[in-house]
């Protein structure tokens, strides 16, 4: 499945983002879809997924402020980001994987592909 990010920007403290993940080649449907995000010089960190069957997880430097959600019909997946932070400021990812087990749910590693990234940046 090929995947593409969109929806960074440039927001302030306080602010809101919506970012989408539009998948192409095959249905979503049966897979793990993840957000990851990466600043420079930190390896890449699990931000939240939701697995085929509905299931949902954050990290918890986000609970009660991002929301993962997908449609299915239009095979997308989407990142509602609130009351973000400075610390927020990163380039997320898009990831999907099959058959990931839930111990591994929060490992780049078991995702099979990756969109481009995109940046947001959060200003204080």
């Known amino acids: 499945v090929q995947l593409q990010a969109s929806g960074g920007g440039l927001v302030q403290a306080g602010g809101s983002l919506i970012l989408s993940c539009a998948a192409s080649?095959?249905?979503?449907?049966?897979?793990?879809m993840g957000w990851f995000r990466q600043t420079p010089g930190k390896e890449r960190e699990f931000v939240a997924a939701?697995?085929?069957?509905?299931?949902?997880y954050y990290a918890d430097s986000v609970e009660g402020r991002f929301t993962i959600s997908r449609d299915s019909a239009r095979s997308t997946v989407y990142l509602q980001m609130n009351l973000l932070k400075p610390e927020d400021t990163a380039v997320y990812y898009c990831?999907?994987?099959?058959?990931?087990?839930?111990?591994?749910?929060?490992?780049?590693?078991?995702?099979?592909?990756w969109g481009q990234g995109t940046l947001v940046t959060v200003s204080s």
């Open positions: 990831a999907a994987g099959n058959n990931i087990i839930l111990s591994r749910i929060r490992v780049p590693q078991a995702y099979d592909s």
């Open positions: 080649g095959r249905t979503i449907n049966g897979y793990t």
């Open positions: 939701t697995r085929w069957n509905s299931y949902i």
